[in-house]
């Protein structure tokens, strides 16, 4: 018989970490992930040369949902202390906004609860002691802020599959899941905070179908200044509304869409009797996402402006572009955070 402390760190995986989460009625093919590289690494350049630091790889996250990401856990060989990964796992819990942490060397489970809501932070379990995937949702509840059916109810909304194996990158996940936590929770002004290139476009894509979907918002305004960004939104994810989207333009206005993608200057004449967008009732739409809000509408004195005053019951996120980098930019590429 093979000693335990001869096995490598996969067969602890294989032989005792997957069926301890098995037994605890997590479903291997939906609700686990090995192995998962979120991070490919942070580039270092100087002078002309450039080399990738090491990426980042999380032996197994656990997922209440797709995308909802409730537990990670790190798995060391048994010739180590079983609570050896549990620094390694902070440190992607931190990143991935997640709120559990396990170790494991195959003797048991050792857990740091983030959220201390029993007031307990760290204890070892046994193997046949790993929470449910219902006992973990509780948990992430909790850190979340989640505390109503409703906000439940909207928190949980499956994400958009469009049948290919694309999903979101994991600040892409971050952003999205606190905007639908922060909407869900009732914040009406939200500001999404996002580099070049990072797929912003998808982030709101996500953001709006899973509030649409359910039945959170029932009729989204899409705003920005410029042809080609809506171009570039109708034909990209937001094709998949079909013909629950249109496009206006000319000025004229038909209430029987959902989703509407507009130009500030489609709405607009700068005559407060002939402006379009007072066709709609104030209260017409319910959300309203701004591309680019530092451009035309970030003034108070804007006439672009006006629109969001005239539909300010509705819930307003703004989507700014992000140019300088930071240290931490693959971290804070992506943030929500009330708009005063």
Not at 171 to 183: F, G, L, P, S, W
Not at 313 to 335: D, Q
Request: with cysteine; aromatic share 10%; net charge neutral.
């Amino acid at each position: 018989m093979t000693d335990k402390k001869d096995l490598s760190e996969r067969d602890i995986c294989t032989k005792f970490v997957m069926p301890a989460l098995e037994q605890a009625g997590w479903d291997m093919q939906r609700q686990v992930r090995e192995e998962v590289s979120f991070n490919d690494g942070r580039i270092y350049v100087k002078g002309n040369l450039s080399v990738r630091g090491k990426c980042k790889r999380a032996d197994f996250i656990l997922y209440y949902k797709p995308n909802i990401p409730v537990a990670v856990i790190e798995v060391k060989d048994n010739k180590h202390a079983v609570m050896a990964g549990i620094q390694q796992g902070l440190d992607y819990a931190v990143i991935l906004d997640i709120p559990t942490v396990f170790s494991s060397n195959g003797d048991g489970f050792y857990e740091h609860d983030r959220t201390a809501a029993d007031g307990t932070i760290e204890r070892k379990i046994q193997l046949h002691e790993f929470p449910t995937p219902e006992q973990l949702w509780e948990r992430y509840k909790h850190y979340k802020g989640i505390t109503t059916p409703e906000a439940e109810r909207i928190s949980a909304q499956d994400y958009f599959f469009d049948g290919t194996d694309r999903s979101p990158r994991y600040y892409q996940q971050i952003a999205i899941n606190r905007t639908v936590e922060a909407i869900a929770n009732g914040q009406q002004r939200i500001l999404l905070t996002m580099a070049t290139g990072t797929g912003k476009t998808y982030t709101a894509f996500q953001i709006i179908h899973r509030l649409w979907k359910a039945g959170a918002k029932k009729r989204i305004l899409f705003l920005a200044d410029r042809n080609a960004l809506i171009d570039q939104t109708r034909r990209g994810d937001f094709r998949h509304f079909k013909d629950k989207m249109t496009v206006i333009k000319h000025k004229k206005i038909d209430k029987s869409y959902e989703i509407y993608l507009a130009l500030y200057q489609g709405l607009t004449n700068y005559d407060e009797d002939n402006d379009a967008y007072r066709e709609f009732s104030e209260n017409f739409f319910d959300l309203i996402v701004i591309d680019e809000c530092h451009r035309g509408s970030a003034s108070g004195d804007s006439a672009w402006r006006e629109i969001l005053d005239y539909f300010s019951t509705a819930t307003h996120i703004g989507l700014i572009l992000k140019v300088e980098t930071s240290p931490r930019m693959e971290v804070s590429c992506c943030c929500a955070r009330q708009i005063g």
